[in-house]
């Protein structure tokens, strides 16, 4: 019997499953919205009946396990969410624990962006190397590192928070309590605020502040500079801490690598020697926004160990 296995990305309004099978194949997808009003139960219901969805659908195959991408620190052994901006109701909530009972499959909970980052070593750009960074870049920047063909956890699972780096000391004020976290200035939010501080125009978006760029606006264009040299000094760290071959990037705001890869690669040629010396390379992720499902319904496929031959 062929096998597969369930992949969930949960957000904060919505929560999208695949059903993928353990050679990476996508079979089917499915999307639904969650009430997190509501509280745990009814979300936990929400997944499940998801889950059970595409179990139905894929009957004559065997699942092998189903794996959840949350956002937010969670804790890995005990499968929960310690703290997410985006989902405070489960927060301490033994949701990993429900759901395999529930289902009576194994089930594995996982920070979203390590699942993207796990999903693109998998199945995206980062299928030939075994050592990656992705930083996947929204209204806020997270973070997974892929080491040995595996995410790189931490003693607790909290590894890899990429986007409360400092990169500018004494910088912009973060929720986490740090400031000049790299979300702070090099996130979609970051060149929101900062085309607010150019009087490049009021509530503009980081697609607006794109446009400006594209037609010639000298302030826009300054705006992605300033954010390819906060993302340029946070890669290079990451190049001089690992070595590894290949730093990925993710997210909408991808459209704008034209205006913000040159400062980028310029920051990080002089902050790094091993960047100067080695074949390192510097490029955008493969998988789009299913980079997490893939990366999810991986995660019990390597876990048990399965064979994708
Ligand atoms: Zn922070």
Redesign the pocket.
Known sequence: MTQFAIGVDLGGTNLRAAAISVSGQMLGKIAAETDLSKGPGQVVDDIVRSIETLRQRHREQRLTGVGIGVPGFIRIAEGLIVGSNNLRCLEGYPIRDHIERRLGAPVVLENDANAAALGEKWMGAGKDVEDLVLLTLGTGIGGGIISHGRVLHGFVGMAGEL??MTVVTNGNP???G?RG?L??HASATAIESMSNLLGLGEQLSAKAVFDFAVQGDERAKMIFTAMGQALGTAIANLVNIFNFPLYLMSGGVLAAWDFFYPALVEEVRWRSFTYRNTQTRIEKAALGNEAGLYGAAYLPVQAHRVTTE
């Open positions: 986007g409360h973060c929720g986490c740090n976290c979300e702070k």
